[in-house]
């Protein structure tokens, strides 16, 4: 072996590389590896990652090119050319350890369309590219990108089937409904934006007084679910299914249940919830031996990159809401009642637009805090634990709701609304 300093040296830097660099059938793999996106606004694609071992997805990024990443594995986003970040708003991403592989839920802005066919006009590539980096917590194997390519096209066939804005909403001005007991609401409809065709497959399920609210989990479309919790999501009383097609238009106006199907035969807070299933669309299948995740194929047909929320109506008496119009408000339990010692200690209220998360407070007789819980926007309710009853007792105890800013600032609070728990009903 040459004794040269210099050659020492190269053969050093070529031992460093090797040990560095993974072989080609070791690194992640993805699938699908190319898509058809909406050149003119939002697009939503189910994604599905493997061969992981252990590495761990940190960031998304869009861009215009790629350069090689070394000293790390893949290609990775060229500087001056970044489009825009996957906000973590819209990060629905899931790691599966049993399957060694990872479901992303590629949510792209319209604003990234924008600046991608901003960038073709002026003559660049018409393709951009979406680039995952993956990294080892151990910190033992460098950084791993990972990209999928991204073909500008319109919101046709060619582009996969999914939700890109859902409402639900009563064919009324009230702001919030409220009826008398065994009164009819008005009829329903949900507008529908979206890419792609295909059949919108579903169910309207209605949450009844009392019963445990849905999770954020619960009011996902099942295409958004990686394929081992797809069957896991809770179900309510059905009220009708619906299967209709979607041509490539971009809107439809799906009319909700008979209203006379919904229940209003108890007082209290009922949510009615959009149940989406998945549908097999073809542009936004997934194959998971490609991916290196599995075998066979997830449908991602009608995937959706956010939670669509609950539609809410309240029997009783109107006044009982004490709501002001634009402001957040408590509805249940109603002021001046006892909860009933053996129902689940539920409590709801209306929301805002603008809140990123919702505080609830309890206070006992004296004053002082006893307990504080967070919720996220598109749950308006919370189930107290059961050692609550224990802490206050038959003494009156009272709670709030406050909106909060993605700083955690409040931004609206309710009044302070008194409650008591009913003493249980003594033996014979």
């Known amino acids: 072996m040459s004794r040269d300093p210099r050659c020492r040296a190269l053969l050093c830097a070529i031992l460093a590389a090797a040990a560095w660099a993974a072989p080609a059938g070791a690194q992640i793999q993805r699938d699908p590896n190319g898509v058809n996106v909406n050149a003119f606004g939002a697009t939503t694609v189910f994604l599905t990652f493997g061969n992981l071992q252990g590495m761990v997805p940190v960031e998304a990024t869009w861009c215009g090119e790629l350069v090689d990443a070394a000293p790390d594995v893949g290609r990775k986003c060229a500087p001056g050319t970044i489009f825009g970040r996957l906000p973590i708003r819209y990060d629905l991403s899931r790691v599966s350890a049993a399957r060694d ?86 009829p329903i409809r949900a507008p529908i934006r979206y890419n ?61 249940p008979d209203p006379e199907t919904l229940p209003t035969h108890m007082k209290g807070l009922y949510m009615i919830l959009l149940r989406i299933e998945a549908d097999d669309d073809k542009e936004g299948d997934s194959n998971l031996g490609n991916a290196g995740a599995g075998e066979g194929l997830v449908h991602g047909g009608a995937v959706a990159g956010f939670p669509i929320p609950p539609l809410r109506y309240y029997v009783g008496t109107g006044g009982e809401l004490g709501l002001v119009t634009g402001a957040i408000g408590l509805v249940q339990p109603e002021a001046g009642r006892d909860l009933d010692p053996d129902e689940p200690l539920v409590f709801s209220w209306t929301q805002i637009s603008a809140a ?73």
């Open 196 to 256: 792609g065709t295909g059949r919108l497959i579903g169910r309207w399920e209605v949450v009844l007084p009392g019963e445990e609210p849905p999770t954020s989990d619960d009011l996902l479309t099942e295409a958004t679910l990686p394929p081992e919790l797809r069957g896991t999501q809770r179900r309510f009383t059905e009220v009708e299914r619906f299967n209709v097609f979607l041509p490539p238009t971009g809107d439809f106006t799906l009319e909700g």
């Open 101 to 186: 592989g990872f479901t992303d839920i590629m949510s792209i802005p319209a604003s990234v369309a924008r600046r991608a066919y901003q960038a073709a006009e002026r003559g660049e590539n018409s393709a951009f590219f979406y680039v995952r980096r993956f990294t080892d917590p151990a910190g033992a194997r460098p950084d791993e990108y990972v990209f999928v390519t991204c073909r500008l096209a319109g919101g046709g066939a060619r582009v996969p089937f999914a939700l890109l804005d859902v409402r639900l909403e009563f064919d009324t001005e009230d702001l919030v409904l409220s009826l008398e007991r065994g009164g009819t609401p008005p």
């Open 356 to 428: 990123a998360l919702y505080r609830i407070e309890f206070r006992d007789a004296g004053g002082d805090e006893v307990l504080a819980a967070l919720r996220q926007p598109g749950v308006a309710s919370y189930r107290a634990p059961e050692w609550l009853r224990e802490r206050v007792g038959a003494n009156p105890f009272t709670w709030r709701v406050a909106a909060l800013d993605a700083e955690g600032e409040p931004i609206a609070e309710t009044e302070w609304r008194a409650a008591t728990i009913a003493a249980a009903a003594e033996g014979p």
